[in-house]
């Protein structure tokens, strides 16, 4: 009997010099939101990304997944690495061309936030699912639409974060990473940008 290919998320930077895959990934897996904080955005405007990143409330889209699912395929020489405070998330980027890469909390988490300019493929909603939701709104630039918040509110959302971060945790699925060495530091040292 054929063994069934895992489904795959392909990323890639925005000069395709950095190439990365989520393996596997299903929307169960998956998190889809947007978050609208104010780190979110200065991380964009840092990196001069924001025409390409937010979106015209200053929302930044993410697809959560277990950072143990997260595989660089080319390119890793060009990790980088950015907090907005010395306690700010990591927020990874490519330095070949400025792409967001993600965000992650430290280690001992066991998720990456993808940030949708790093994400290159077509069949984006049929492997991580819809867009569930919207985080943060009271930091958008401007009052946003029912229609882009997605199904789920703030509070559920979140609870359902926390609950998927949980059993992520359990499984053990903050390792191996892409991001953290063996004794827990990150792979490449932080620029702290303070804002």
């Excluded at 395709?16 to 104010?38: D, F, G, R, W």
């Excluded at 699912?69 to 306690?87: I, P, Q, S, V, Y």
Aim: hydrophobic share 35%; glycine share 6%; aromatic share 8%.
């Amino acid at each position: 009997m054929e063994q069934a290919i895992p489904p795959t998320l392909s990323l890639s930077c925005q000069c395709k010099k950095m190439k990365a895959k989520v393996e596997p990934i299903s929307p169960k897996q998956a998190n889809h939101l947007t978050c609208y904080c104010s780190d979110c955005q200065k991380f964009a405007v840092v990196l001069n990304r924001d025409d390409q990143v937010l979106n015209e409330y200053a929302g930044t889209t993410i697809v959560q997944v277990p950072i143990a699912h997260f595989k660089f395929t080319d390119g890793k020489e060009n990790l980088a690495c950015l907090r907005l405070t010395e306690k700010g998330l990591y927020r990874w980027y490519a330095k070949c061309c400025n792409t967001p890469i993600g965000n992650t909390l430290n280690a001992g988490w066991p998720f990456i936030g993808i940030i949708h300019s790093f994400i290159d493929d077509d069949r984006l909603v049929e492997k991580a699912g819809e867009m569930k939701g919207s985080v943060h709104i009271k930091e958008a630039s401007s009052r946003v639409p029912e229609r882009l918040l997605g199904p789920q509110g703030h509070t559920k959302l979140l609870l359902a974060t926390l609950q998927k971060l949980a059993l992520w945790k359990l499984q053990g699925k903050n390792k191996p990473s892409e991001f953290f060495d063996s004794n827990s530091q990150p792979v490449v040292v932080a620029q702290i940008q303070a804002h």
